[in-house]
């Protein structure tokens, strides 16, 4: 079995501060772990993807992401909000390669100027 | 990573009525599978369309209501049946490959409505 929590429904920053989205996972395997940011009216965007490799992950936009086995988190950072960054983000969860995702609730994020 | 055309993009029903969504993929896929996402919910998984046999559903979902077909590797349907306004829902395409190296791409959406 495998599930999500993304901690924060909705998170508010300031343009130019950093950004943190907060998500924990539970899984019976050694897990892949995605973000994948979601516009207004727009398709999913993956940002970036742990598949057991290095546990600091870069993705694209300057987000990133660190893999804490201990911890059983995965949360995504930016040190530096844009506008554009306002969307939704869903933390999701793969017990293995190919298998079926299971996405945490989301995180509406907004940006004030 | 794959390219994937989902159609139609939106669709306005009435209800008792049958809506069949489309999903082709531009490349041979493993596995594909279909989401719906509620208004202003996350994404919940429906089924996993499987090529040449019966998909596999996702509690709380039922072939009757949402049969699925799967004829290649490259194409899949989701017919969404006798709809009630409850199935007013953003349905999603996903394709995945073994590899998962380019981790997993989603169709654009189907927004339905259902008066």
């Known amino acids: 079995a495998q599930s999500v929590t993304q901690l924060d429904s909705h998170v508010s920053v300031s343009e130019g501060t950093p950004v943190l989205l907060r998500c924990n996972y539970s899984s019976s395997y050694s897990p892949s772990l995605f973000w994948y940011v979601q516009h207004p009216n727009k398709g999913l965007q993956l940002l970036l993807k742990y598949t057991s490799a290095a546990t600091l992950v870069k993705g694209i936009n300057g987000f990133e992401a660190e893999f804490k086995k201990s911890e059983t988190s995965f949360h995504l950072t930016k040190p530096s909000a844009h506008m554009s960054d306002a969307a939704e983000y869903f933390c999701v969860v793969s017990a293995a390669a190919g298998n079926k995702l299971t996405f945490g609730g989301g995180t509406r994020v907004l940006v004030k100027p | 990573s794959a390219v994937i055309s989902q159609k139609p993009s939106r669709d306005i029903c009435q209800r008792g009525t049958s809506l069949t969504i489309q999903c082709q993929v531009d490349s041979q896929v493993t596995m594909m599978f279909w989401y719906r996402q509620q208004p202003g919910q996350s994404l919940t998984l429906i089924a996993t369309a499987n090529q040449g046999s019966e998909a596999t559903y996702e509690s709380g979902f039922v072939i009757d209501k949402f049969p699925i077909s799967r004829p290649n590797l490259t194409f899949s349907t989701l017919t969404v049946s006798n709809m009630s306004p409850e199935d007013s829902s953003i349905y999603l395409c996903?394709?995945?490959?073994?590899?998962?190296?380019?981790?997993?791409?989603f169709g654009s959406g189907t927004r339905l409505t259902v008066v």
């Open positions: 996903s394709v995945g490959d073994s590899s998962i190296h380019y981790g997993y791409t």
